[in-house]
C-alpha cells in the first residue's frame, strides 16, 4: 500500500518559517506531480503549489515569493519551504501526489500561525 508520509508542521509566529516534508512509502511508484494542499477550518481544500518531475512548479497567488515547493525525485520526496508565514496561512497541509490517473494523499499535518 502506497503512503505519503508527512512531517514538519508545527507552531510559528507570525513572520516565522517552516519545512514540510512528504516521502512517498514506496520506491516503485514513479510520482509526476507532487504538491501540497491545504484546508483551513470551514474552509475548502485548495491548491498551495505543486511540482512536475520535471520541475515545474505553479504556486497559489497568496503563497508566491514567500512559499517554496521542491522534489528529489530519486527519494520521492517533496518540500515545501513557509517563510514570511502569516496567520492567514493557518491551516492543515495535506501532501498530494499524482501518479498516472491514481492521487494519493499524506494523512495531514497542522500549521498554525499565531500574531
Known amino acids: 500500500q502506497v503512503q505519503l508520509v508527512e512531517s514538519g508542521g508545527g507552531l510559528v509566529q507570525a513572520g516565522g518559517s517552516l519545512r514540510l516534508s512528504c516521502a512517498v512509502s514506496?520506491?516503485?511508484?514513479?510520482?509526476?506531480?507532487m504538491g501540497w494542499y491545504r484546508q483551513a477550518l470551514g474552509e475548502q481544500r485548495e491548491l498551495v503549489a505543486d511540482i512536475t518531475s520535471g520541475g515545474m512548479t505553479r504556486y497559489e497567488d497568496s503563497v508566491k515569493g514567500r512559499f517554496t515547493i521542491s522534489r528529489d525525485n530519486a527519494k520521492n520526496t517533496v518540500y515545501l519551504q513557509m517563510n514570511s508565514l502569516k496567520p492567514e496561512d493557518t491551516a492543515v497541509y495535506y501532501c498530494?501526489?499524482?501518479?498516472?490517473?491514481?492521487?494519493?494523499w499524506g494523512q495531514g499535518t497542522q500549521v498554525t500561525v499565531s500574531s
Open positions: 498530494n501526489g499524482l501518479a498516472g490517473s491514481r492521487n494519493y
Open positions: 514506496t520506491m516503485r511508484l514513479s510520482i509526476d506531480s
